[in-house]
């Protein structure tokens, strides 16, 4: 009984959730046709909306994770059928509550508006950091993942927060590529002044017909994916003074390649 009420209250905050978001693309479809004036009124909307998302979803979300946790520890050891048809209705609960609360931060942290936090940061070492950070998730599905750094890149002027979290998202999505195994190669290189980033996999490759909406709000070729990542990363390196643009084909992997302007600071 206990879990069919959490199954109704999960259901309850994911429909409201789902509302939401599709609210707010239907708003940011009609923002796009207007001016730079009203691009402004876009974000300004979103700011709102995602006030309001975090206030009415945020709070029985997190109920409803941590009642699922306890419930999952009491059910540790399931020994009826009935009790192990229970266990799985209670994972798939959890997995749920948790891709919910990833829509959220995902939306939350695209609505916000704030300036970077610029300081002197080594381009080469943030990617190490990065590649760090995901080597046992990529060990663990027999992915390599490869750095070629080219020394010569002076520091960049950059909120460090900022880039790791763009590269993370990157890199994220090219795991999440190779289910079966393969290779992420890192390089950098040092062209006109332009410190330049290629990330890389050897993946199944993005379809020339979602190539051009890769970058698009809410738009994803995972079915699982909130479509915000790859908008986030694009919004921060641009606001940096950098560019970001991808080359892919069905087969042959997919390549992001950056440029950020290398001055010495």
């Not at 009420?5 to 479809?29: D, F, W």
Request: hydrophobic content about 40%; glycine content about 6%; overall charge neutral.
């Amino acid at each position: 009984m206990y879990v069919a009420i959490l199954v109704a209250a999960a259901v309850a905050v994911a429909t409201a959730a789902v509302a939401a978001v599709l609210a707010s693309r239907q708003a940011i479809r009609t923002r796009e046709q207007a001016s730079r004036a009203g691009e402004a009124q876009r974000l300004a909307f979103l700011g709102t909306l995602a006030t309001g998302l975090a206030h009415e979803i945020r709070n029985p979300l997190s109920t409803i994770n941590i009642n699922l946790q306890l419930l999952k520890e009491a059910w540790q050891t399931p020994i009826t059928e009935r009790e192990q048809r229970e266990y799985r209705k209670i994972e798939m609960l959890l997995k749920e509550t948790r891709r919910l609360e990833e829509i959220l931060n995902n939306f939350l942290e695209f609505s916000r508006t704030h300036q970077p936090n610029r300081s002197p940061c080594n381009i080469n070492l943030l990617l190490d950091d990065v590649s760090d950070l995901f080597a046992p998730q990529a060990e663990r599905q027999h992915i390599r993942i490869v750095r070629n750094f080219d020394r010569r890149i002076p520091p960049i002027s950059a909120d460090r927060n900022q880039i790791s979290q763009a590269i993370t998202n990157i890199v994220l999505n090219a795991i999440q590529a190779m289910p079966g195994g393969g290779t992420i190669s890192v390089r950098t290189s040092l062209k006109q002044q332009t410190a330049h980033i290629e990330i890389a996999d050897t993946g199944a490759g993005i379809p020339p017909e979602a190539a051009d909406r890769i970058f698009n709000v809410y738009f994803s070729t995972k079915t699982e994916g909130t479509g915000l990542g790859l908008s986030i990363t694009k919004r921060i390196i641009e606001e940096h003074g950098g560019t970001i643009s991808m080359k892919s084909a069905p087969g042959e992997g997919t390549t992001f390649l950056i440029d950020f302007p290398a001055t010495t600071v």
